[in-house]
């Protein structure tokens, strides 16, 4: 079973409109959790990386909120533009201890931005 | 442009032959990760080298495997090919060997078995 849960698996929004990505996830002990876009076809690029004790971090337009009690995350996208078309996937990784490196990928939601 | 590169960027085998992808990391990168893109599962862990050794192992088949060379480039091995081996094999690179250093990705090898 899939620890990482994302949600909408897919969204179309309209340009300039702001949205919001949830990931759940049940991995345990937690070390991290990672945002990434994906463009089709093409290698995923990391976008944030949160540790148990920071509850938001922004990379330009992407803010990503941790909240460890509830093992949540969310991936705010502000101004939405074209090239934001995208899949988003969090990633958990499970190392306490730096003696494995178990990392546990959402299924990813499918971002569509029209004009 | 992450500065890893795959190849080939294409392959198309047939269904039991053995294949070989190849991965050149960063500049400076020690480590070195596989994933496997599907379509109906997304992106798995594969198995993850540091400096020439084997760091983790995720969801690697036994007809899979792996290594990482003194000048740290890496090969994923796949044989006995079957339908569901084909997906999008992804070579990501890190720094250091542990998950809380970045990584990046490859442009990925995708694979067809027919």
């Known amino acids: 079973k899939n620890q990482v849960e994302q949600s909408p698996q897919s969204l179309i929004i309209l340009e300039g409109k702001n949205c919001t990505l949830q990931c759940n996830y049940t991995v345990s002990p937690f070390s991290n959790l990672r945002w990434y876009k994906q463009d089709t076809g093409r290698g995923p690029v990391s976008l944030t990386i949160?540790?148990?004790?920071?509850n938001t971090k922004s990379n330009r337009r992407y803010t990503a909120t941790l909240d460890a009690d509830t093992k949540q995350s969310s991936l705010h996208i502000t101004a939405s533009q074209l090239s934001d078309s995208a899949s988003y996937i969090c990633v958990v990784s499970r190392d306490p201890n730096n003696a494995g490196n178990m990392l546990t990928f959402g299924g990813g939601t499918r971002l569509m931005v029209k004009p | 442009d992450s500065g890893v590169t795959q190849t080939p960027k294409h392959l198309i085998t047939a269904t039991g032959q053995r294949v070989t992808l190849r991965c050149s990391p960063r500049s400076g990168d020690l480590s070195v990760y596989w994933y496997q893109q599907s379509l109906d599962q997304g992106l798995q862990f594969l198995i993850q080298y540091y400096n020439g050794e084997e760091r983790a192992k995720g969801n690697i088949l036994e007809r899979f495997s792996a290594q990482q060379f003194p000048d740290l480039h890496s090969e994923l091995n796949l044989s006995s090919l079957e339908l569901g081996d084909s997906a999008l094999y992804f070579c990501?690179?890190?720094?250091?060997?542990?998950?809380?250093?970045?990584?990046?990705f490859g442009p990925g090898t995708r694979l067809t078995v027919t």
């Open positions: 949160m540790t148990f004790s920071e």
């Open positions: 990501a690179s890190s720094v250091g060997g542990a998950v809380s250093y970045e990584q990046y």
